[in-house]
């Protein structure tokens, strides 16, 4: 019996759509820079369902132009159609460990967010990547905001709190 811990895994990437006629699969990095797929042979696949499957990768082509993966037992393209919009999850064991002044932005998740008189304004439930820079997705209780992820907005983080 295995004692894996499900909890532990992290998303890292969403597949966009089937590549080609053999099964590969284009991908998405939520961190453009990361490199951890690079260095794996093992991967979970998280479905639309939320049913997560392990999975091999067999091929990952990762560069500036194109993210690419072929899984192991995917070989083709209908097969790759089930994979469309799933997220690939890794171990957070296998992240680069972090010195005392630094953390990964999924540590983020779940703070509570509070203005500068100290109201409480939401709690971040998401980060996006885009070109320009990291943006907070908060939740105030009614709707999602959006703010971009810089010292002007950000002042502060207090990780022992959580905020």
């Keep these: 019996m295995s004692s894996f811990n499900f909890k532990n895994l992290v998303p890292i990437a969403e597949i966009i759509?089937?590549?080609g006629i053999r099964g590969e699969l284009k991908?998405?990095?939520?961190?453009?820079?990361s490199k951890i797929?690079?260095?794996?042979?093992?991967?979970?696949i998280e479905f639309f369902d939320n049913r997560i499957e392990e999975s091999f990768i067999d091929k990952i082509i990762q560069n500036s132009s194109s993210c690419r993966i072929k899984i192991r037992g995917v070989n083709d393209r209908d097969s790759a159609e089930d994979y469309r919009k799933a997220k690939i999850l890794v171990d957070r064991h296998l992240f680069?460990?972090?010195?005392?002044q630094e953390l990964y932005l999924i540590d983020l998740i779940g703070y509570k967010l509070i203005d500068q008189n100290g109201m409480i304004i939401g709690f971040l439930t998401d980060f996006l990547d885009i070109p320009s820079g990291d943006i907070i997705v908060l939740d105030d209780g009614k709707k999602e905001q959006m703010i971009?992820?810089?010292d002007?907005?950000?002042k502060s983080i207090d990780c022992k709190e959580k905020i």
Excluded: A, D, G, M
Excluded at 27 to 33: A, D, E, I, M
Excluded at 37 to 44: A, D, H, V
Excluded at 96 to 100: A, K, V
């Design 37 to 44: 797929l690079k260095k794996l042979n093992k991967i979970w």
């Design 27 to 33: 991908f998405k990095l939520y961190n453009r820079s």
């Design 152 to 154: 002007e907005f950000v």
């Design 17 to 19: 759509t089937p590549h």
């Design 148 to 150: 971009p992820f810089v």
């Design 96 to 100: 680069p460990s972090t010195n005392n």
